[in-house]
């Protein structure tokens, strides 16, 4: 009953919102990724740093951008596999996302993954990312995708959409990014110094 109540309160405090989005510790759980903790505590440790342990109602992250890096096996894709969707989880818990981001109505918002080619990016983050909105019973009961779009995923109801995108510079363009997710070889080809 306690739940329901501070829930109520969070959302009578926070009118842009229609749910109270999750924290990014309870994304990764039942009910939402159920993941129910064989994540890497390492993974785990970086996600709350970027996203903090509480609920932010004025932005997604407590950082604008941020880089895990490591070699291969330690987690990279993981971490990206969860932290995207627990983007687009937020910005599908408000009420009117273009408006809160200052858009005009009707404006795509995409989360987007590049890597060295359109293909990679699909065959290696975006099988990840959309295997976990497969999994997840809040996308599936909430906001089921459209199932006719097989080289995205696109949130109709709200206008959301992840994209999979290579490296060329013009592979973002057209588009109102909510987040980005790079491989190092991707941006290092569009002038990003390591």
Not at 80 to 93: D, E, K, N, Y
Request: hydrophobic share 40%.
């Amino acid at each position: 009953m306690a739940t329901v109540l501070q829930n109520a309160k969070w959302l009578i405090d926070n009118p842009n919102f229609e749910e109270c989005p999750a924290t990014i510790e309870e994304f990764m759980e039942d009910g939402y990724l159920e993941l129910r903790g064989g994540i890497r505590p390492g993974v785990v440790s970086a996600l709350k740093d970027i996203f903090g342990t509480s609920v932010n109602p004025s932005r997604i992250a407590l950082v604008q951008e941020s880089i895990f890096s490591g070699a291969i096996g330690v987690g990279k894709s993981t971490l990206a596999s969860i932290a995207l969707p627990f983007m687009v989880h937020h910005t599908l818990c408000l009420k009117d996302p273009q408006s809160f981001y200052g858009l005009l109505p009707g404006s795509r918002i995409a989360a987007m993954m590049m890597s060295t080619s359109e293909a990679q990016a699909r065959s290696v983050i975006f099988s990840d990312v959309k295997g976990r909105i497969n999994n997840s019973p809040w996308f599936r009961n909430h906001y089921p995708y459209d199932p006719k779009t097989t080289r995205q995923i696109k949130f109709t109801q709200k206008d959301i959409w992840i994209i999979p995108g290579g490296s060329k510079e013009t592979s973002f363009e057209g588009f109102n990014i909510l987040c980005l997710d790079s491989s190092t070889e991707a941006l290092t080809k569009n002038g990003w110094k390591k």
